[in-house]
C-alpha cells in the first residue's frame, strides 16, 4: 500500500501551518472579554475564500455571511427546522406562486450605503437566479419569475412554478441573504473577501487568513443583538485537532470527530456539554466518468462491488456512524432503505479480470483529514484485494475544493475521490449538484444524465410529499445505476462546548451565531 500527501508548497499551504502555529500559541484558557462584553472562540472546519453569498464555496461562509448580512428571513435554532424573519418585518406566502413581504424599516448598510430597500431585495435574489451569474446556487430559485417592487419597503416574489424548497433550504440560506445593490454594482458584480455594506446583527471587524475572523456586534442594528460582543472563528480543518484546542481552552464551541463521540460522553472535558445530532450531510466514494480507467462503466460498477462500505464507515468513525443507502438522509422525503449494489468481491474480481483490468493502479484523492485518510486506507486495502492498487492522495482544503473545477485542469487526472458536502433539510439540495449543468462545478464524477435532470427539475415544483418521495428516490438509483458512487454515510455531529454558553444549534448541530449566549 502506498500513501502520497500534496507536498506542493503553495500560499494555501503556507498559510495553514501558519494558523495551526496561531491555535497553539494561543494558552488563557479563561473566558474572553472585549471592552464591550464577552468574546465567544469557536472553531470552523474551513476558512473563508469568499464572503459573496451567490458565490460561497462551504457552509463555514454561510454561517459568517448569515450574520454580517441580514436575510428576509433566518433558521432559528432547537430541534424541529424552522425560521423566523430577518430584515422582513412580514412575509407571507399569499399562494403558491406569490411571497409578499415588507422589510423592517431600520436595517441599515455599513459603508455609506443607505438603508435596505426592495430594491436591494430584488437585486440579490434575481442576481443568483440569473444564469449569466453562473451561481452554483441558482437553483434555489430556479421557478423565479421576478421580484416586483411594490414600494420602498415592500415587494412581491413571483415565482413561475410552486417551488417546493423554497422555506427550507432557500429562503432561511445564505440564497435569501440580500446584499446592497449599489455597493455590489460598484464592486464590478461581485463580492471578495472584504465585505462591504454588512448589514447583520454583527459586521466583520478582521480576517487573518488561516488563522481567525473577528465579528463584532454591529452597532447600527436596531433588533435583538447578539448574545456576545465578538465571536472569534478559527478555522480548523481536522476535528481531532479543534478537540485539542477546545481542551487547552483556546475553543469554547467545537464540532468534535464522529469517532470520539462516544469517548467524550463518557468522560467530558470539566464543564462542558458534549451534544450528539443526526447530520444531513452525506459523504461518497466518487468516480470521474470522464477518464480512464473509469469511462468503462464494468470499471465503475466492479469498485462499487469491491469496497465494503460497513468496513470503512466502521473504521473511519470507530463504530460511531452508520452506512448510508444514498444522499438522502433518514427522515427527509426520498430517503431509500437499501442500496441497489453491495459488497461482493468474487465478482469484482470476476469483472475486473473479464475487461483485463487486473494490476491496474487508481489514484483517491481526499481531504487531509483523520477520518478519511482511515476512510481512504480501508477502501485501498478493499480494491487491492480485488487486483487494483491505489494510491491515496492527501489535499489541503484549498487544494481539495478546486480539484474538479472546470477552469482548471486537474479534472482530466481525478479518478477516484472520497467527498462529503453538507445539506440543506430539503432532498433537492442533495440532488442539485448533480445535474449536467454542475459538471466541472460540483458534479466531480461528471455523471450525466438527461432523465435525472428531467426528475430533478420535476422533484422541486412537486408538493406532493408522497410524490416527492418517490421522484427522489429514483433519482438516487440513477445515480447508483450509473456507477459513479459508493454511498458511505451521513455521519453523526458532535458538538461540545463550555457549559458557560448557551449554544445556538440547528438539528443537525450547524451552529446559528447569532442565537449563541452566555448561560
Keep these: 500500500m502506498s500513501i502520497f500527501t500534496d507536498t506542493r508548497v503553495s500560499r494555501r499551504s503556507l498559510l495553514a501551518g501558519a494558523g495551526a502555529f496561531g491555535l497553539a500559541s ?25 464572503l459573496d453569498p451567490c458565490f460561497r464555496l462551504a457552509a463555514p461562509e454561510g454561517d459568517i455571511t448569515s450574520v454580517i448580512f441580514a436575510g428576509l428571513v433566518v433558521t432559528t435554532p432547537g430541534e424541529s427546522w424552522g425560521w423566523r424573519p430577518m430584515a422582513a418585518e412580514t412575509i407571507t406566502q399569499l399562494d403558491p406562486l406569490t411571497v409578499a413581504f415588507k422589510l423592517r424599516d431600520n436595517i441599515g448598510f455599513t459603508d455609506g450605503y443607505g438603508q435596505m430597500t426592495a430594491e436591494d431585495v430584488k437585486f440579490s435574489i434575481e442576481r443568483i ?3 449569466a451569474n453562473k451561481s452554483p446556487y441558482s437553483g434555489d430559485w430556479a421557478t423565479l419569475k421576478e421580484v416586483e417592487v411594490k414600494d420602498k419597503l415592500s415587494g412581491i416574489i413571483h415565482l413561475k412554478q410552486a417551488f417546493a424548497p423554497l422555506w427550507t433550504s432557500t429562503l432561511p440560506t445564505p440564497s435569501g441573504t440580500i446584499l446592497s445593490k449599489k455597493a455590489i454594482t460598484e464592486l464590478g458584480g461581485k463580492l471578495g473577501v472584504k465585505p462591504v455594506a454588512q448589514s447583520g446583527p454583527y459586521i466583520l471587524k478582521e480576517w487573518l487568513p488561516k488563522q481567525r475572523t473577528v465579528l463584532v456586534r454591529n452597532p447600527d442594528w436596531k433588533y435583538e443583538p447578539g448574545g456576545f460582543a465578538e465571536i472569534h472563528i478559527h478555522p480548523i480543518e481536522d476535528e481531532k485537532t479543534g478537540e485539542l484546542g477546545y481542551e487547552a481552552g483556546d475553543l469554547d464551541y467545537t464540532w468534535t470527530a464522529v469517532s470520539s463521540i462516544s469517548r467524550l460522553k463518557q468522560t467530558p472535558p470539566p464543564k462542558t456539554k458534549v451534544v450528539e445530532k443526526p447530520s444531513l450531510a452525506f459523504v461518497w466514494l ?9 469511462n468503462n462503466p464494468n470499471m465503475r460498477r466492479a469498485v462499487q462491488y469491491a469496497v465494503d462500505r460497513k468496513a470503512v464507515v466502521d473504521a473511519a468513525y470507530f463504530g460511531a456512524a452508520a452506512t448510508a443507502t444514498g444522499i438522502i438522509a433518514p427522515g427527509l422525503p426520498g430517503h431509500r432503505e437499501k442500496n441497489l449494489f453491495d459488497y461482493d468481491p468474487d465478482r469484482a474480481r470476476d469483472m475486473i479480470a473479464k475487461e483485463g483490468l487486473a494490476g491496474t493502479t487508481i489514484t483517491l484523492d481526499i481531504l487531509n483529514k483523520t477520518e478519511r485518510l482511515t476512510a481512504a486506507q480501508v477502501v485501498q486495502s478493499n480494491l487491492q484485494d480485488v487486483g487494483l492498487n491505489v494510491e491515496i492522495k492527501q489535499n489541503d482544503s484549498g487544494t481539495f475544493w478546486t480539484l474538479g473545477a472546470k477552469e482548471g485542469d486537474y479534472w482530466k487526472k481525478l479518478q477516484m475521490i472520497i467527498s462529503r458536502f453538507s445539506m440543506q433539510p430539503d432532498p433537492s439540495w442533495a440532488t442539485a449538484w448533480f445535474t449536467r449543468d454542475q459538471i466541472g462545478v460540483w ?5 450525466s444524465s438527461e432523465e435525472f435532470d428531467k426528475l430533478n427539475a420535476e422533484g422541486m415544483v412537486e408538493l406532493d410529499p408522497a410524490k416527492r418521495d418517490v421522484i427522489y428516490k429514483k433519482l438516487q438509483d440513477l445515480m447508483e445505476e450509473n456507477g459513479n458512487y459508493v454511498f458511505l454515510t451521513h455521519e453523526v455531529t458532535g458538538v461540545m462546548y463550555r457549559d458557560s454558553v448557551v449554544a445556538g444549534l440547528k438539528p443537525n448541530g450547524e451552529p446559528v451565531f447569532t442565537d449563541f449566549k452566555p448561560a
Design 26 to 50: 494561543m494558552v488563557n484558557p479563561k473566558i474572553s472579554w472585549s471592552a464591550d462584553g464577552p468574546i465567544l472562540k469557536v472553531r470552523s472546519y474551513s476558512d473563508i475564500q469568499t
Design 129 to 131: 437566479a440569473d444564469p
Design 286 to 294: 466518487g468516480m470521474n466518468q470522464d477518464v480512464a480507467p473509469f
Design 443 to 447: 458534479n466531480w464524477e461528471r455523471f
